[in-house]
């Protein structure tokens, strides 16, 4: 079955940076679309990015743009979230998740990891 697991998640400063990975089995990595979404207390799911691998392009919600940078390591079936000058609003559990939003011309999502808590605060 398809798994994904989060990790890279921790509490940092607000102007600072975390890596998040999500690795994955039991479907073809390099051809599939993934993204990552957040929930924030109190709040519904976000989508935060995506990337498609086969048309080699990347999207962001605009509150993330110029921050943070999705990308993948195809021989290690792994997707990564680089997060850049941390806000304390960016304060979520964040999830990878196998597909893609329909808000960008995605057919949705197929799988879902566990999640993994970011907590940006002085």
């Known amino acids: 079955e398809v798994q994904l697991v989060e990790s890279g998640g921790g509490l940092v400063q607000p102007g600072g940076s975390l890596r998040l990975s999500c690795a994955t089995s039991?479907?073809?990595?390099?051809?599939?679309?993934m993204s990552w979404a957040r929930q924030a207390p109190g709040k519904g799911l976000e989508w935060v990015s995506s990337?498609?691998?086969?048309?080699?392009?990347?999207y962001y919600a605009d509150f993330v743009k110029g921050r943070f940078t999705i990308s993948t390591d195809n021989a290690k079936s792994t997707l990564y979230l680089q997060m850049n000058e941390l806000k304390p609003e960016d304060t979520a559990v964040y999830y990878c998740a196998q597909g893609g939003p329909r808000e960008i011309g995605g057919t949705g999502y197929k799988s879902w990891g566990q999640g993994t808590q970011v907590t940006v605060s002085s």
């Open positions: 039991g479907f073809t990595f390099s051809t599939s679309a």
């Open positions: 990337i498609y691998n086969h048309i080699s392009n990347t």
